[in-house]
């Protein structure tokens, strides 16, 4: 993932403290009780990494059988396969099939949006494209999980009638967790207006923790849910992507005290070489500080685990 890269010697100099809660999350979570069991969901973002031969992927694994050895591992993924073209049924039935075969059935997909009607359409003139996205990931069933909208940089706070016309066609049971990146958003007044419309039309907001762009890390929660995207830094950076873990643990925490009730915490790396590396740690701290009950990472040789 190339989001929020920065040159290596500028890592040591950024500072990742997570900022306070914003506006949003605080109107949010007001009143809310604590949920007695809140759902955990903990993934990567792909699933055809060969690199993860002989890490998590037995070392003769077909690229045909990522999929299914992936959810051996995860209990969700980002699912960044269907950005790039509107998905067809006959494939989601497949990749349906695959976690079948492979799982007791607690896995769960979030799949983006694709940039048909994203980034080229812009969200305008895509009822027929968004009806064709939604028939197709339905077919996932009992798997489908929440939808990830991501708007491009350039799409800035003067397409926020876009962005409501468009939010608002949308099934109001379809959960989805919006993505902005434009800087612009995150200044003032735009900011207001752009989680109070979240809130309003009942749809989450992705929080993006990257480096090179701080100002991602929102912390505006429109809906009682988290959706995080971590990048790390990986290779010699993983005791500082931990710290920032650690970090992220607490604040769920406080956010699961005031009744926020699910958490999708999905792993990226630049490279993603090591991801199951910081995604066992994720996992790891979870069930000590949050409460969860998710499996452990299963590596091939044990000691990878370095946690």
Not at 173 to 179: A, G, M, P, R, S
Request: glycine residues 6%; aromatic residues 12%.
């Amino acid at each position: 993932m190339e989001f929020g890269r920065v040159a290596e010697e500028e890592i040591k100099h950024i500072d990742f403290t997570l900022p306070a809660d914003g506006e949003q999350t605080m109107l949010t979570l007001k009143g809310l009780a604590p949920v007695a069991q809140p759902a955990y969901y903990v993934g990567c973002a792909k699933w055809g990494r060969k690199e993860w031969k002989e890490l998590i992927y037995p070392k003769k694994t077909k690229e045909a059988d990522f999929l299914g050895e992936y959810v051996k591992h995860f209990n969700s993924i980002e699912l960044n396969a269907v950005f790039y073209s509107v998905p067809k049924e006959e494939q989601i039935l497949k990749w349906k099939e695959m976690v079948d075969a492979n799982t007791k059935g607690d896995f769960m997909f979030c799949p983006k949006f694709s940039r048909t009607i994203t980034h080229i359409k812009r969200l305008k003139d895509t009822d027929y494209l968004t009806d064709e996205y939604i028939k197709a990931i339905s077919a996932f069933g009992k798997y489908l999980g929440p939808c990830f909208l991501q708007v491009s940089d350039n799409f800035g706070p003067n397409n926020i009638d876009v962005l409501e016309s468009y939010l608002e066609k949308l099934p109001k049971d379809l959960k989805v967790f919006i993505e902005v990146r434009h800087k612009d958003w995150f200044i003032g007044e735009h900011k207001k207006q752009l989680f109070s419309l979240l809130a309003k039309v009942g749809k989450g907001a992705a929080i993006t923790d990257a480096s090179g762009r701080r100002d991602c890390v929102h912390m505006e929660l429109p809906t009682p849910e988290a959706f995080i995207r971590f990048v790390g830094n990986g290779g010699k950076y993983l005791d500082s992507d931990k710290a920032r873990v650690d970090e992220w643990v607490v604040r769920i925490k406080q956010w699961l005290a005031e009744g926020l009730q699910q958490v999708y915490f999905f792993l990226h790396q630049h490279d993603e070489a090591d991801t199951p590396l910081i995604a066992d740690y994720t996992i790891q701290e979870f069930n000590k500080h949050l409460g969860s009950d998710l499996s452990r990472i299963n590596f091939i040789t044990p000691d990878k685990g370095l946690f």
